[in-house]
């Protein structure tokens, strides 16, 4: 087979041969005597669409230490351990805030990492948070963990190879984001085929050529005497892209748009809420496991907002014993302190609430999508700012079959429709379900939805029945683009995004 091959390729070549068939291009630059190693990566990427050579690229993490100094240091949730054996193994959250050595960004880590780590059990008595050791936590105490051993590890050695260490213990240790630093090397090769070995048989000849014509060489007649360098039309050519929307974007806005298209009125509120319309408003009690730090992003400035009106007289009463509801309420005293904490919102069904509590005579029809933030360590599957899709209908005689529909008709739309529903629970809906779109040969599930409660409605003088749902737009984007790993959109990395098609 007959090739055409540029100046830099044939050097590339015949670097290869004398470095025995295989070499790294830093070798190959310097093996034939190339000015940059650029030089050698363009012609062995059109030696490779060519057939000549093949390219191996062995790509190796490695893991270090954000500073050294962390490995002299103990975990906030070992300060948190220590200081539990010295109360006698349960404090409250309090005092082990003000006691234990730990800030109050620290404790919060604490807290979280020693319920993850199943060192000690969070409960709360008579309105206050406690702290209390358990047998895991006590054998904590004797003996380090994995985490702990491989921080000590990488303070001695300073660096480490995926392959030296356990990755699942790295990858824990990398989710907390203020300990480890994890860098990315590729040692590439490149190898010269049977093609490439019998083009080389053939015999090269270096010599001389024009790969572009200029007026000058026109002039002279030079070309007449030099070897000009063809074109194949048809050989690879890189691809080229042009403008378009962030994929995340795109999915936002098909979701607007078909809600649109269904007769839905979008609505905004801030991100930063009180915990009344956050948690309150939606009937979910004030010791719920969501309200802790671990949990929920709590402000310090503004640390609270001012609340009230009759609707807050209401919802204390709904909480305590029921108010004018048919419920019996949660039967404990609502603090309105607690109340006008202020936090990054965890759902965007608090912007649902507040516009039905504006809008309380129906019908009403509205959605919104929106950012949601909560404290949880980012994986394949979740983020700690996430987007929501939320949305209600409030009209006489709505009913479930009519939310199921609603359901399966969005999907549709969407491009799913295969929709099953299954019961589930959720403290603000009753009854509750959980909605699955068949992807592929599985059900994967896309959200939550029910009808609000008395509790949640009533309050508001709303006297028909709500249907809500809040379902996650990452989720559907997932499969959607058909990725597997949720933070992929979001790392902004362009040969990626490239790749995702215009609709």
């Known amino acids: 087979m007959s090739y055409e091959l540029s100046r830099f390729e044939k050097m590339t070549l015949l670097a290869l041969q004398e470095l025995e068939g295989e070499g790294a291009p830093e070798e190959i630059a310097e093996t034939g005597d190339f000015e940059q190693t650029a030089q050698v990566m363009n012609a062995v990427s059109w030696l490779n669409s060519k057939g000549l050579v093949e390219v191996e690229d062995d790509e190796t993490r490695y893991f270090s230490l954000l500073r050294k100094s962390i490995a002299s240091k103990d975990l906030p949730e070992r300060t948190a351990l220590k200081y539990l054996k010295k109360a006698g193994g349960r404090c409250s959250v309090e005092e082990l805030r003000e006691e234990s050595g730990l800030d109050k960004k620290m404790s919060g880590i604490a807290l979280g990492w020693l319920k993850k780590k199943n060192w000690a059990r969070i409960t709360k008595e008579d309105g206050e948070t406690y702290v209390e050791m358990t047998r895991e936590g006590k054998k904590a105490l004797r003996q380090k963990g994995k985490d702990e051993e491989l921080i000590v590890e990488l303070g001695k050695k300073g660096e480490m190879s995926e392959k030296d260490l356990d990755i699942y213990t790295a990858k824990k240790l990398l989710s907390r984001q203020d300990i480890l630093k994890e860098d990315t090397t590729v040692k590439r090769t490149v ?239 009753e009854p509750s379900l959980e909605v699955f779109a068949k992807y592929g040969d599985d059900y994967l599930e896309m959200g939550g939805a029910g009808i609000f409660r008395e509790e949640v409605t009533a309050p508001h003088g709303i006297e028909q029945p709500v249907l809500a749902w809040g379902l996650g737009l990452e989720r559907l984007v997932m499969l959607r683009l058909g990725i597997d790993d949720i933070r992929e959109p979001y790392k902004n990395d362009l040969s990626l995004l490239k790749s995702y098609s215009l609709l």
């Open 191 to 429: 190898r010269l085929t049977e093609e490439g070995r019998v083009v080389l048989e053939d015999g090269i000849e270096l010599k001389p050529e024009i790969t572009q014509l200029t007026p000058e060489i026109i002039r002279t007649g030079a070309w007449k005497e030099a070897h000009i360098r063809p074109y194949d039309v048809k050989s690879f050519a890189p691809t080229e892209y042009g403008g378009k929307k962030h994929p995340l974007r795109r999915e936002l806005d098909i979701v607007r748009r078909v809600f649109l298209e269904m007769g839905f009125t979008e609505i905004k509120y801030d991100f930063i809420q009180p915990t009344f319309w956050n948690m309150d408003a939606l009937f979910i009690p004030q010791d719920h496991p969501a309200r802790d730090l671990q949990d929920t992003y709590y402000l310090e400035r503004p640390a609270r907002s001012e609340i009230e009106g009759d609707v807050v007289d209401k919802i204390k009463s709904v909480h305590e014993d029921g108010g004018e509801t048919r419920s019996s309420g949660w039967g404990y005293d609502w603090s309105q302190d607690e109340a006008s904490r202020n936090v990054l919102r965890t759902h965007t069904t608090v912007t649902t609430i507040r516009a039905l509590s504006e809008n309380p005579e129906p019908p009403q029809k509205f959605f919104a999508v929106d950012r949601n933030f909560r404290c949880e360590a980012t994986d394949a599957t979740h983020l700690s700012e996430f987007i929501q899709i939320e949305g209600v209908v409030m009209e006489e005689d709505a009913n479930l079959d009519m939310l199921i529909g609603l359901m399966k008709e969005f999907y549709s739309k969407m491009g799913f429709d295969d929709i099953k529903v299954r019961p589930s629970y959720f403290p603000f809906t």
